[in-house]
């Protein structure tokens, strides 16, 4: 089988919603055994950005805010939407500094990422950042957000316990406590990982 | 603050779109500081499923198909939608049946999630499931999945090499490589999962 090779084929797209985060097509397709169907697809304008943080002392930072489609409350690490065609560090750099107020000497990008790819064409990029320097906190407009100290391990206590369910957080914060319980983290952040 | 209130005040709400699987709401909101603005909510008909199999040998599962969304191959664990009022367990043992041709003996709850909370109400629930046995695969007439069976190691190395982005598949597999490490693992599979 070839993989680049796109086994769906489309009959017609319609743009059935749009506003200024996505868009919505509707297909009607014939599916990869050649029968008929539709397919709406989600298209996402922002790529999808987010940042675990982690200082000298071996803490991250949560942000905390009610999300709006999933009706519940949320504990996340920063996050933001990177605009598609700019640079992903510029904006996520940008992100922790608003939502945070801190920015970060180091940046290693840790995950790639489709969030949701039986509807969403929604990429992601997730980085980890380390020799923190404080800064000033802008959070936009219609952000209501906490923030939350707490020890990196703690963070990842509550990806195990159910308690953060954001799934680009739950990716990233494990990905990073693999990395340490590897040791294959850079050395200075190795250090203050240490269980 | 109270983490239970929502903060948003819908004025209006409208459906815009919807099939078998997705509806799109668009909503004008007040924002959490007050300000108007609007709101679109793909809400989801299905929760997403996801399972991480080991077998005696200590390889897992990976699936691989063409997305629609992405116009791009991916290769993923085993996943498929639970109808929203049905038994998940129930939803995900089928989706390993029909996909893999495998049924587990045992299985275990790893990750609760939310996919992509700025946009959708998508929850979704991974697991692992071990003590494996033949049955015969039943692919939907829609789907052209190929079956790898690959050792769990190199699944979570084509994570780190970012060969697999599928967000579900991510975080599970790394739940499982981070219990593993971490020794959390039920005694059966810690042993063959031991590097």
Same sequence: chains 1, 2.
């Avoid at 990869?32 to 922002?46: A, E, L, T």
């Avoid at 703690?154 to 369910?165: D, P, S």
């Avoid at 799934?167 to 250090?191: D, K, N, W």
Wanted: hydrophobic share 40%; with cysteine; charged share 25%.
């Amino acid at each position: 089988m070839d993989e680049k090779k796109n086994p769906w084929t489309v009959i017609s797209k319609e743009t059935r919603y749009e506003n200024a985060w996505i868009r919505v097509d509707h297909h009607e397709v014939r599916n990869p055994s050649g029968g008929p169907g539709v397919y709406g697809v989600v298209h996402f304008k922002n790529h999808a950005l987010g940042v675990v943080p982690i200082d000298e002392k071996g803490y991250t930072i949560l942000v905390g805010q009610y999300r709006f489609p999933t009706d519940a409350y949320s504990w996340e690490i920063p996050e933001g939407g990177g605009l598609v065609g700019k640079p992903l560090l510029e904006s996520v750099q940008r992100e922790l500094l608003e939502e945070c107020g801190v920015t970060a000497g180091q940046w290693l990008q840790i995950l790639g990422m489709d969030l949701s790819n039986s509807v969403t064409n929604e990429r992601g990029t997730a980085f980890l950042a380390w020799d923190l320097s404080e800064g000033i906190a802008q959070p936009e407009e219609t952000e209501q957000l906490r923030v939350l100290r707490v020890p990196f391990w703690e963070a990842v206590a509550r990806v195990e316990r159910g308690e953060i369910r954001d799934l680009m957080s739950v990716a990233a914060l494990l990905r990073v406590a693999l990395m340490a319980c590897q040791g294959q983290l850079p050395e200075t952040i190795g250090r203050v990982l240490k269980r």
